[in-house]
């Protein structure tokens, strides 16, 4: 799963939520997904924005972490409307 590492580069530079927002002109709740890294789908020019008001590169921001159950592969996850199981093929 890739991890948002938002909340802790924005505690490191003692940042709030709505002071980002304010420098990149997102909007709060924008921020506040990132933040808790409830987001499903990343904009590039939000990342843009994100990285250059915190002057960090997407890597510093972003994160790969393995999935406990893979995705990909032989018997990958499979989403249908949301629900996620496992191919039954």
Do not use: V
């Not at 948002?4 to 304010?22: C, N, P, V, Y």
């Not at 924008?30 to 990285?51: A, K, M, P």
């Amino acid at each position: 799963m890739i991890r948002i590492k938002l909340s802790r580069i924005l505690g490191d530079k003692r940042i709030s939520q709505a002071t980002l927002a304010k420098r990149t002109g997102l909007r709060t709740a924008t921020i506040n997904i990132w933040y808790n890294e409830i987001i499903d789908r990343i904009s590039l020019e939000h990342l843009d924005r994100i990285c250059e008001a915190l002057d960090c590169s997407p890597g510093e921001l972003l994160e790969f972490e393995p999935n406990a159950i893979k995705k990909t592969g032989k018997n990958p996850l499979l989403e249908e409307h949301g629900n996620r199981r496992k191919k039954t093929d």
